[in-house]
């Protein structure tokens, strides 16, 4: 397992949501300090050519907010049949949304989808993930109930249907900014926030470390007894599936005021926790950002970490200043003998000197590697 590239340049986001389609990356909306969201923008989209790295903005071909999404943050993506879905999430100005939207990679373009049944409440902070035909969504933060949610929902895309899912077993505790992970018809569910007081928020958090799975076969809670080298509790990591394993990487706590920049593996079968060590540079410590996989590959971009900004920079909160990221990483689970050579060629120190004598196509490829984007500029932001 190694970390084989590392760029800057991309998308400046935090709180954004992804899915891969085919082998390109789409990212969906998220906040960069300084950006304004005062307007009922569409929300913003950038596509990832996972073969060339290179990050594009795409035009908006329609502008109407309710064809589109508007701007969010706290959004959940999910891919089903070639296309994106959207739901939740909020803004500063028109708060959360409870509408559903499909986006269409082909022609660049958004529908409102049309649905029956009991939606789940308007939230951010949730998770969702497909299982069969079904979109399950846990948790999150509602917004007119103002309460953490430990429900879980199901919309059916074959028949366009909401439900609320009735469940047995111990369902894991009200929480948000958790993830939910889809292994066979299982969904693993880890981390998150809470309150000590129970499902109301009054800022006494509650981070999680035990995990918790649905499964579908029977809609019932287990928590399975787990052994090995567990992860702390935190929220606002990252989590996916890669042969039938369950990864997670960073995050928060705020018990322990501290990010996160570990990974770990679950693997069911011997329900045993093992801390990931890779080969490379992999990502700072950080929160909210995105991972999405591309065949053997993960492609890890964006979030927050803490600044190293100067305590007299007048944007500088004094107890934890945060900076958003804009860079790119790809984790590879089995990298080719070529990508080796060409990471051993970057980690030389004589990259300048070795790079004339190679085949043009390897300096290509090496000059893929190495140069950043330019969506987004060398500038770090702060905001608490």
């Known amino acids: 397992m190694h970390w084989t590239v590392r760029l800057d340049g991309g998308p400046r986001r935090v709180n954004h949501a992804a899915v891969a389609i085919g082998d390109k990356v789409y990212s969906f909306g998220g906040y960069c300090c300084g950006e ?3 307007t009922r923008q569409p929300i913003d989209v950038h596509v990832l050519d996972s073969v060339t790295y290179r990050w594009r903005s795409l035009p908006q071909l329609d502008v109407d907010c309710e064809t589109a999404p508007y701007q969010r943050y706290g959004h959940t993506a999910v891919e089903y049949r070639g296309k994106a879905y959207i739901w939740g999430g909020r803004n500063d100005i028109d708060g959360a949304s409870g509408l559903l939207h499909e ?3 082909v022609s660049n373009s958004w529908r409102l989808l049309p649905t029956m049944g009991r939606a ?3 939230r951010d902070g949730h998770s969702a993930c497909v299982i069969d035909d079904l979109m399950v969504v846990f948790g999150g933060f509602e917004e007119e109930f103002q309460r953490f949610s430990q429900e879980t929902f199901v919309f059916n895309f074959r028949t366009n249907r909401w439900s609320e899912l009735k469940t047995f077993g111990v369902a894991p505790a009200w929480r948000d900014f958790h993830t939910a992970t889809a292994i066979g018809r299982r969904m693993y569910v880890f981390g998150g926030r809470s309150d000590q007081l129970g499902q109301f928020h009054s800022s006494r958090d509650v981070y999680f470390d035990k995990l918790k799975y649905l ?3 029977d809609t019932t809670w287990y928590e399975p007894d787990v052994f090995g080298d567990r992860p702390s509790g935190r929220r606002s990591h990252s989590a996916w599936c890669y042969r039938d394993k369950l990864y997670i990487f960073g995050g928060f706590s705020g018990a322990l005021n501290r990010h996160f920049d570990d990974m770990y593996e679950f693997d069911p079968v011997p329900s045993r926790w093992t801390k990931i060590n890779p080969v490379g540079l992999g990502p700072t410590a950080r929160r909210r950002q995105c991972t999405v996989l591309v065949g053997r590959r993960v492609f890890l971009f964006g979030g927050t970490k803490p600044s190293r900004a100067p305590k007299t920079n007048p944007l500088t909160l004094q107890n934890n200043p945060l900076a958003d990221l804009s860079d ?3 984790f590879d689970y089995a990298p080719s003998l070529k990508e080796l050579a060409a990471m051993t060629v970057l980690n030389s120190g004589q990259y300048e000197t070795l790079v004339s ?3 043009r196509d390897l300096r290509n490829d090496l ?3 190495t140069q ?3 969506i987004s500029g060398p500038r770090e932001e702060l905001y608490g």
């Open 36 to 38: 304004n969201y005062d």
């Open 120 to 122: 789940p409440p308007a």
């Open 357 to 359: 004598c190679l085949p």
């Open 372 to 374: 950043p984007n330019r």
């Open 367 to 369: 000059q893929l590697m």
């Open 103 to 105: 986006y269409d990679p």
């Open 328 to 330: 790119l990483f790809v």
């Open 215 to 217: 499964d579908l076969a």
